[in-house]
T-cell receptor, first 113, second 114 residues
């Protein structure tokens, strides 16, 4: 079973920051948090991942709480093309190609003009 | 960046026939690949983990004799849906591990069994 819970849906105004929360209260110390998104039944697209520290890349920022029981994905300036289902995933198992991604239900983000 | 190619993108087959879906890593070697299934309005469900040169590991409840997985090379894994029936109609997606922390997904295959 997935180790994450997310709100079913969220709305965001175009140009504003989208903050997507995720709870993973049973996460273990060496388990990474991943974020992917899926648009129109395409394959999931990688956004970002992290272990303990906050992470930022060209797409988004990932804020992980100090106790690691929750995290927030931030899209700084949402556009209409960011409308998608966003999945927060805790990787099960270790690295070196030994871990697997178990998807939860995700958050359907709608960016509105 | 790492690219995973999945083929075909869609397929329609008759009930009782078998269908093969290919998943290729184009610019990297993937020791481990994963197969998912997604029904409409639902999330992705992991079906199996495919390791090059060894038998696949299936998730609980997935029929290994119905969903045959072959990972004969470091760049190719195949999923064969045997004796397909309408309830097997779904969106099948593969993923490849690109290293210690990376996972890249294919674009998916829409299977319709009529």
């Amino acid at each position: 079973d997935a180790k994450t819970t997310q709100p079913t849906s969220m709305d965001c105004a175009e140009g504003r920051a989208a903050n997507l929360p995720c709870n993973h209260s049973t996460i273990s110390g060496n388990e990474y948090v991943y974020w992917y998104r899926q648009i129109h039944s395409q394959g999931p697209q990688y956004i970002i991942h992290g272990l303990k520290n906050n992470e930022t890349n060209e797409m988004a920022s990932l804020i992980i709480t100090e106790d690691r029981k929750s995290s927030t994905l931030i899209l700084p300036h949402a556009t209409l093309r960011d409308t998608a289902v966003y999945y927060c995933i805790v990787r099960v198992g270790g690295g070196n190609q030994g871990g697997k991604l178990i998807f939860g239900q995700g958050t359907e983000l709608s960016v509105k003009p | 960046g790492a690219v995973v190619s999945q083929h075909p993108s869609w397929v329609i087959c008759k009930s009782g026939t078998s269908v093969k879906i290919e998943c290729r890593s184009l610019d990297f070697q993937a020791t481990t690949m994963f197969w998912y299934r997604q029904f409409p309005k639902q999330s992705l469900m992991l079906m199996a983990t495919s390791n090059e040169g060894s038998k696949a590991t299936y998730e609980q409840g997935v029929e290994k004799d119905k969903f045959l997985i072959n990972h004969a090379s470091l760049t190719l894994s195949t999923l064969t849906v045997t004796s397909a029936h309408p309830e097997d109609s779904s969106f099948y997606i593969c993923s490849a591990s690109t290293g210690v922390d990376g996972y890249t997904f294919g674009s998916g295959t829409r299977l319709t069994v009529v």
